[in-house]
């Protein structure tokens, strides 16, 4: 199955696990890498840039594939070493960034000086042609279903991949919502070039996280998804637990008065105790509405797999036999 995707990224498959706060390591990205699709390394959550080298050079050892590294550009008081990512991303020899949050205009020089391409992630199309204007390479869509971050416009992807084939040029992945060959025939339908899967690839075998996550993902529907943080624009698709039904009730009772530190408890450093020690009831984690679609747990390579074989059953059987009743 080739597309402008895989041509530009040099892989099997057009299939891109997202980058994910400590999920995103080695050995999920190597997995992703050697199953055809492209494995991410997520930059942020290793901590510094030294320590993102020696993940790039562990994720080395574990595949001679292509895999990038996501590198989200959020404002801060005190922000992360920003150029130390940068140049460790490049002296690692990493040839594809996928970037998120603010733009990265400031960075691309650099990048594509290294022969590094861009994938900026973006939620809108307005953002969309403005990171194909400053010259990335590619453009990660999501919609209003993804985990985690889905702006504040609330358009789901039956409406926004047709707009961004639409408008832009340079090739574009479908994501929020993507799990199986379905959604993969289905994006290709509206214009993207392939998918961009976060939450299903959590929900693996080389998944570096406990396995009470893997199992509240099993265990979860398509209704238990909730939207934290949107009276501070921070909006944030996470999967419904006791504290994140505690937030929310914060938010009902002091509306546009909240802070986040009246959120702190249920957000600050949820991560480390959710994703390492398994206890999923902590506060608010990332989660697409895609949960409702997990219904196994298996290996990365069973997974990609599987996703191609039934988009290739898609376009070969059933979509020719849908044409062949008509005429």
Not at 130 to 158: L, Q, R, T
Not at 248 to 257: C, D, I, N, P
Request: aromatic share 4%.
């Amino acid at each position: 199955m080739k597309t402008r995707i895989t041509e530009l990224l040099g892989i099997e498959h057009p299939i891109v696990q997202a980058g994910m706060h400590h999920v995103g390591y080695a050995e999920l990205a190597a997995a992703v890498s050697n199953a055809g699709g492209l494995g991410i390394v997520t930059g942020l959550t290793q901590g510094t840039p030294e320590l993102l080298l020696k993940e790039i050079g562990r994720c080395r050892e574990m595949t001679d594939k292509p895999f990038g590294v996501n590198l989200t550009f959020l404002p801060a008081v005190n922000p992360p070493d920003y150029p130390g990512y940068v140049k460790a991303i490049i002296d690692g020899g990493v040839k594809i960034i996928e970037t998120a949050g603010n733009n990265p205009q400031k960075w691309l020089p650099a990048l594509k000086e290294a022969g590094v391409k861009v994938i900026h992630k973006c939620t809108s199309i307005r953002h969309a042609l403005k990171a194909e204007a400053i010259g990335c390479d590619a453009i990660s869509v999501d919609g209003f279903e993804c985990g985690g971050h889905p702006g504040e416009d609330d358009v789901p992807n039956f409406i926004l991949l047709p707009r961004a084939a639409e408008v832009l040029k340079v090739p574009f992945l479908a994501s929020g919502g993507m799990a199986d060959g379905r959604s993969l025939v289905a994006a290709l339908a509206m214009g993207a070039e392939g998918i961009n899967m976060g939450t299903r690839f959590i929900a693996t075998i080389e998944a570096p996280v406990h396995e009470n996550v893997k199992r509240a993902l099993l265990g979860a529907s398509e209704l238990d998804t909730r939207l934290i943080m949107r009276p501070l624009r921070n909006t944030e698709r996470v999967l419904t637990n006791v504290a994140v039904e505690r937030l929310l009730e914060k938010e009902r009772q002091l509306g546009k008065a909240i802070t986040f530190a009246d959120i702190s408890p249920e957000v600050a450093g949820v991560y480390p105790r959710v994703m390492r020690e398994g206890k999923v009831d902590t506060g608010g984690w990332s989660c697409g509405m895609v949960a409702g679609l997990i219904h196994d747990i298996p290996t990365v390579k069973e997974l990609i797999d599987r996703v191609i074989f039934q988009a290739e059953a898609l376009i070969r059987r059933r979509l020719p036999d849908v044409l062949g009743a008509v005429s």
